[in-house]
């Protein structure tokens, strides 16, 4: 059974980069897309973007500018990297796996537990 | 991409059928099957509850049951229990390749 772990720093400072690691367990990166989600204190889900082993990326239009997803297949991680961060970036981060027929993201069926994320100086 | 609305809230008593509504566009809702719920509880992950509109994964209640029309989809909870107060969220794939959640909807358990 696939599970996820979000790793990384709590504390960001603004105008610095975020950086979060998901690690895999249980199964390889192949054959899935590996997505981030994020979700700020007391409000709801935003998609940020996915990334797929063959190196295909897609990410949200409103933080394409400042994202990068990367996936290393070697240790079953996928990272994340987001840059100028604001306090708006504060959130709750979540690592998720998505089911994809005929190269298309259909559901995220696995989710990691979080890492809360606080931009602040 | 504009997050699909949901209701902000909706709520029913033990036993009852409650609809949560997710209404999007042509470019998401309306033109893919792909359209998934999830269910999360207060400091949880969400829980994939739904899949391509209409599908339960293994384990999961068949009190809950998905549909779409156009461009909204919709939830169903049956027999509603104390257990099944959360958030809920929609979730789409867009014709841009991306994906978009909907707003959420808090659902109580009167």
């Known amino acids: 059974q696939v599970q996820l772990q979000e790793s990384g720093p709590g504390l960001v400072k603004p105008s610095e980069t975020l950086s979060l690691n998901c690690t895999v367990s249980?199964?390889?990166?192949?054959?899935?897309?590996w997505s981030w989600v994020r979700q700020p204190p007391g409000k709801g889900l935003e998609w940020i973007g996915h990334?797929?082993?063959?190196?295909?990326?897609k990410y949200n239009p409103s933080l394409e500018s400042r994202v990068t997803i990367s996936l290393d297949t070697s240790t079953y991680k996928f990272s994340l990297k987001l840059t100028s961060v604001t306090p708006a970036d504060t959130a709750v981060y979540y690592c998720?796996?998505?089911?994809?027929?005929?190269?298309?993201?259909?559901?995220?069926?696995?989710w990691g537990r979080g890492s809360l994320v606080v931009v602040s100086s | 991409q504009s997050a699909l609305t949901q209701p902000a809230s909706v709520s029913g008593s033990p036993g009852q059928s409650i609809t949560i509504s997710c209404t999007g566009t042509?470019?998401?809702?309306?033109?893919?099957?792909?359209v998934s719920w999830y269910q999360q509880h207060p400091g949880k992950a969400p829980k994939l509850i739904i899949y391509?509109?209409?599908n339960r994964p293994s384990g999961v209640s068949d009190r809950f049951s998905g549909s779409k029309s156009g461009n909204t989809a919709s939830l169903t909870i049956s027999g509603l229990q104390a257990e099944d107060e959360a958030d809920y969220y929609c979730?789409?794939?867009?014709?841009?390749?991306?994906?978009?959640f909907g707003t959420g909807t808090k659902v109580t358990v009167l």
């Open positions: 998720a796996r998505v089911s994809q027929q005929w190269l298309v993201p259909r559901y995220f069926d696995v």
């Open positions: 249980g199964g390889s990166l192949s054959s899935s897309y």
């Open positions: 990334g797929y082993y063959t190196g295909t990326t």
């Open positions: 042509s470019n998401d809702v309306g033109g893919y099957n792909f």
């Open positions: 391509d509109v209409t």
């Open positions: 979730n789409s794939y867009t014709g841009y390749s991306t994906e978009v």
